[in-house]
T-cell receptor
Framework: DAGVIQSPRHEVTEMGQEVTLRCKPISGHNSLFWYRQTMMRGLELLIYFNNNVPIDDSGMPEDRFSAKMPNASFSTLKIQPSEPRDSAVYFC???????????FGPGTRLLVL | SQQGEEDPQALSIQEGENATMNCSYKTSINNLQWYRQNSGRGLVHLILIRSNEREKHSGRLRVTLDTSKKSSSLLITASRAADTASYFCAQRGDYKLSFGAGTTVTVRA
């Protein structure tokens, strides 16, 4: 089992550039979560998908952030335009049905200069 | 959006000693979960305790839950160098988890 796959693992970009983070959940999992982790704010839920449908995007910081899940095996988190305060580690996690355990990917470490 | 608070923020112990960390939360829960994060890695689920349970064991892990005090504790017995990590409690409300700030545990050889 490959686990949750995220790409890229590291991203360095300049302010104003578009950033796209990618996630492949565990096969068969129908819930997907995007989190952001920073020293100041800890681990924050950005958006939650169930069966490819966004259920809760109240954690998305602002309109510069958008997320899509076009099919059960792929999701993207896009930041356009990026700002230095977006620098963080972004995690994707998936879950099977109503089971409790979330499985996290290795994260994407984003640095916006 | 941190709903829980872990205590202490950091803990340094000798290999073989026990490590205890606490978590307080604010709202009612369905369950409370503990996760481990090794440096530079994603979170890994350790153990879950339901709101109607008071204590649960898994290997060297022991979790307690006191819903009247809205608190939980995680005990790691006979710690090993490999236990060096950050530990997070996460409260499950409806469908999502709300994570605490974490306790960083360092196990010295």
């Amino acid at each position: 089992d490959a686990g949750v796959i995220q790409s890229p693992r590291h991203e360095v970009t300049e302010m104003g550039q578009e950033v796209t983070l990618r996630c492949k959940p565990i096969s068969g999992h129908n819930s997907l979560f995007w989190y952001r982790q920073t020293m100041m704010r800890g681990l924050e839920l950005l958006i939650y998908f169930n069966n490819n449908v966004p259920i809760d995007d109240s954690g998305m910081p602002e309109d510069r952030f958008s997320a899509k899940m076009p099919n059960a095996s792929f999701s993207t988190l896009k930041i356009q335009p990026s700002e230095p305060r977006d620098s963080a580690v972004y995690f994707c996690a998936s879950r099977l049905g109503l089971r409790e355990t979330q499985y996290f990917g290795p994260g994407t470490r984003l640095l916006v200069l | 959006s941190q709903q829980g608070e872990e205590d202490p923020q950091a803990l340094s112990i000798q290999e073989g000693e026990n490590a205890t960390m606490n978590c307080s939360y604010k709202t009612s829960i369905n369950n409370l979960q503990w996760y481990r994060q090794n440096s530079g890695r994603g979170l890994v689920h350790l153990i879950l305790i339901r709101s109607n349970e008071r204590e649960k064991h898994s290997g060297r892990l022991r979790v307690t839950l006191d819903t009247s005090k809205k608190s939980s504790s995680l005990l790691i017995t006979a710690s090993r160098a490999a236990d060096t990590a950050s530990y997070f409690c996460a409260q499950r409300g409806d469908y999502k988890l709300s994570f605490g700030a974490g306790t960083t545990v360092t196990v010295r050889a």
